[in-house]
């Protein structure tokens, strides 16, 4: 093939403008079409690259952009924007490790230090490498000490090394620099150094569990010995009121709940905050019905009686429950079942209260009070370990309600 003619540039140059035009307006599949026609007329030019993975990358096609950017490389080894683009790409396939030695080298090629060490240290927090990812959150600081991610990711390192005060200082240096005030204000709470919230940010827990889904099962089950499904479920054909007609897993997840009561139920509802989490339920085929959103407005809006309602470890991120017990009230059945699990706070005056790990507990207290208070009859109510944490039980309560 020739080289490029006068009219090839031309044409070339006006496709590349075209395709940064579309990128900038997020029609990345279009951008995309853009910079692979400019391409044919203009092979191998950088700069068209480099934008086509930045297409690649923002429509979620990781080894596109990963084969973009390393063409790049072939061309200008030591260009470090193909550096970033290849180590996004690699955050976005999972694949963490490799994605710490493209940040290492983007780094050797000069990109911006302080971003490029923030995406370096959530590598390593990914990899379980807390101690280095501290460092590495220090290093982002020390070149701009305004980034409020780096702060927040640095309280939370903190925090889970139990270093409460450093942690409470980091989080306040993120708030004063312009982080997410509410998710701030959460964790702040956690440590005890700000207002106690009812409920944790909704953006939070839709977040954590979609970054969370493709190793939720394996790690809730087999790492932290999670079994709260299992020992709420397990009583469920025991009251005599089987086959329940309608049921709603509250906070469903990936359907742990779901494939124990299939053959309970004549028909199966869930809802949940998390996207990805309800993907992987429906994957199941067990539910009727599938709903993201909040679980108190899902059942406010809800007709018609339900005759099992059940929650299995949702109350973790729920602190103040009279919202939850009343719209349960409303919809139960005269017949029906309302049961749930909940971390047992076993000690002190208090309700309920956001812990350390970011979980809210409630006292057995409470519950009873809120049953009592809503017209609900104490069916059965047990304590079990709901899971592990740090190799250590952590004690729950189960409880099952009827309509009084």
Known sequence: MGSPTDSDFEGGKTLFLRGVAALEAGQFDSAESCFLESLTLVPGRVSTLLNLAAARLLRGDGHGAIDAARQVHAIEPRNAEAALHEASSLVLLGQHADALEAWTRALAFGAPPASTWLRHGESLQALGRSTQALGSFDRALAADPSLAQAWTHRGNLLREMHRASEAAEAFRQAL????DAELLGYYLASLGGAA???????????TLFDDYAEEFDRHLVGTLKYDAHRVLTAPLSG??????????????????????VEPLVQQLEGVDLSARMLQKAAQLGVYDRLSQGDIVAYLAASTG??????????????????????AARRVIADNGLFCFSAELLDHGKHDFRLLPSLRYAQSERYLLRLAQQHGFEVLKSFRAPIRKDQELPVEGVFMYLGAA
């Open 176 to 179: 004063h620099h312009g982080g």
């Open 305 to 326: 009686p339900v005759d099992l309602l059940l929650a299995a470890d949702v109350f973790i991120y729920i602190g103040e429950l009279e919202p939850v017990f009343g």
């Open 239 to 260: 009251f005599g009121r089987e086959p329940y007609a309608r049921a709603i897993d509250l906070g469903c997840g990936t359907g742990l709940c779901g494939t124990l």
């Open 196 to 206: 106690l919230p009812d409920i944790a940010p909704p953006h939070y827990v839709a």
